[in-house]
């Protein structure tokens, strides 16, 4: 059962509680972006055995949107985080690196 | 005007934990910046309390204040109070950005008593009310349906959910309880 720990209430909600919202840090490609990028934003993931960023939502609970990361083979959890933020905070990347040197997921290591 | 009756007009079940509907309650759920002075002011005015810290709920169902999330507060006064303390509200808050709502037929109230509150509650949701502490409110899944959990005393405890659930949410609480289905 993967539980994670929602950065806004602070409850450990477990799976159930919780609404899946794909990959974290994606950048939006919307109306006047070019077919390459709007068909990268629309489609194209990540798809890691590994270190990996999501978003989640804490929807029974207190219905904030967060972010996560994890490990996808093992269910470990590194770390959960704001959503107001484009990119990993430092302590995030640096529990990561503690448990798996040398990690890289799209744009960040 | 219409007669106000709750979704199961005071039902309750005897098993081994007491399940009661709770009756009529006025809930009025605000959305707001929880530390402006405005906001505490307009909330305690309603109900009498300070704005409980995160995950707090201060007070009774009479006069209370329930942390709902970092942005959103449930106040509870009496049920005829209700309309007249969410309008009281809105004019304390006046410019502040936030937005009152009053959401007391929205809402099924009930309580449970007993002794063993905590196991009946523990065998239809996820969250770890063994460790859960008197005086917080913990919102979670309850079988298949949100709702809101608190216990005022060791053997009271409280649940709101959607008036729309609430039948399912008695007979649930009611299977729960129901004697033979001790598991301790
Ligand atoms: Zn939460």
């Not at chain 2, 098993?15 to 307009?42: F, N, P, Q, T």
């Not at chain 2, 709920?57 to 959103?72: H, K, N, Q």
Request: hydrophobic fraction near 40%; include cysteine; charged fraction near 25%.
């Amino acid at each position: 059962m993967l539980m994670l720990k929602c950065p806004y209430c602070g409850v450990v909600a477990d799976e159930t509680e919780l609404s899946p919202g794909g990959q974290a840090h994606l950048t939006r490609f919307g109306p006047g972006a070019s077919d390459e990028d709007f068909e990268s934003y629309l489609f194209m993931r990540e798809n890691p055995k590994g270190v990996h960023f999501e978003r989640w939502r804490h929807s029974n609970g207190c219905g904030k949107w967060f972010h996560a990361a994890r490990c996808t083979a093992t269910l470990e959890v590194f770390g959960t985080y704001s959503a107001q933020t484009v990119e990993p905070p430092e302590e995030v990347r640096a529990a990561i690196t503690a448990k798996r040197p040398g990690w890289s997921w799209g744009e960040f290591s | 005007m219409s007669k106000a009756v709750t979704a199961l007009n005071r039902a309750a079940y005897d098993g081994y934990v007491r399940i009661e509907d709770a009756g009529l309650c006025g809930m009025i759920s605000l959305r707001g910046d929880l530390s402006d002075a405005k906001v505490k002011k307009a909330c305690k005015d309603a109900s009498g309390q300070a704005m409980p810290k995160a995950r707090g709920i201060v007070g009774s169902l009479d006069g209370g204040i329930g942390w709902m999330s970092p942005d959103e507060a449930l106040v509870l006064v009496p049920y005829a109070e209700a309309p007249a303390a969410a309008a009281r509200m809105e004019m304390t808050l006046k410019t502040a950005h936030a937005l009152v709502v009053e959401v007391s037929d929205a809402r099924a109230v009930f309580t449970l008593r007993g002794e063993k509150l905590r196991e009946v509650l523990a065998k239809v949701t996820p969250a770890d009310i063994a460790a859960l502490p008197v005086g917080e409110l913990h919102r979670t899944r309850v079988a298949q349906v949100a709702g809101a959990i608190w216990l005022s005393d060791e053997t009271t405890a409280h649940l709101i959910c959607f008036r729309s659930v609430a039948e399912y949410m008695f007979e649930l609480l009611s299977r729960s309880a129901m004697p033979g289905a001790e598991v301790s």
